[in-house]
């Protein structure tokens, strides 16, 4: 198995995390952006989208990073990762859904403009941003994972961005519920961190 990675990235720590809560070896490829490996003719091939992650699973190619999750719990995760039922496995992709839409626009947009240097709609992230950080808070107040009674793919999906916020310029400290999910997440056995996400909490 083959991960094509970007280090800072938050979507491609997603896949690094369910690998290692999955406890799958893996060659790890770092897209040299130096030299815009991600949009070089060789890598298009692989992702047209010029992006990481993608997975390469003995040939079966997947880009995505939700829906990287999605392949990686059903295939090698078992009931905890792919539930069976079908309610939990709509309010998991649900949370897939946020994050694609609401936490790439919202506190990743932030982090890319903040650290990164990236021109962004300021306001349009910012709205986007407390919004939905206030609705994972408020969901969290009574819940110790976000679907169900034990850690999925939504709470991984979800993971980076929280956990980096604070290089968005974010206060976590006004979201208290998130920030006590954010303990338990790391508390998860063979949790893995990535540069940024202990500085300055
Ligand atoms: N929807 C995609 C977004 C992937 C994405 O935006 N990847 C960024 C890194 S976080 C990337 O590859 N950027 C390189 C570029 O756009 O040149 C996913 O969730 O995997």
Request: aromatic content about 16%.
């Given at each position: 198995m083959i991960l094509y990675n970007i280090p800072p990235s938050g979507n491609c720590h997603k896949i690094r995390l369910m690998l290692s809560f999955l406890k799958i070896k893996y060659e790890n490829h770092d897209l040299n952006l130096a030299v815009s490996e991600q949009t070089s003719n060789e890598y298009l091939k692989i992702n047209q989208f010029g992006q990481a992650p993608v997975l390469d699973d003995n040939g079966t190619v997947i880009r995505d990073s939700q829906a990287i999750l999605v392949y990686l719990a059903k295939k090698y995760g078992g009931e905890q990762w792919w539930p069976d039922d079908s309610y939990l496995l709509a309010q998991i992709m649900s949370w897939l859904s946020t994050t694609a839409n609401e936490i790439q626009n919202g506190p990743a947009r932030l982090r890319l403009h903040y650290k990164f240097g990236t021109e962004i709609d300021f306001k349009h992230a910012t709205d986007t941003s407390n919004k939905v950080l206030d609705i994972i808070n408020i969901h969290l107040s009574d819940k110790l994972?976000?679907?169900?009674?034990e850690a999925t793919i939504a709470d991984i999906a979800l993971y980076p961005y929280l956990a980096l916020a604070h290089e968005a310029?974010?206060?976590?400290?006004?979201?208290k519920h998130i920030q006590a999910w954010r303990i338990r997440f790391e508390s998860l056995p063979k949790y893995l961190a990535m540069p940024g996400i202990f500085n300055n909490q």
């Open positions: 994972w976000l679907v169900g009674s310029h974010i206060d976590m400290t006004l979201y």
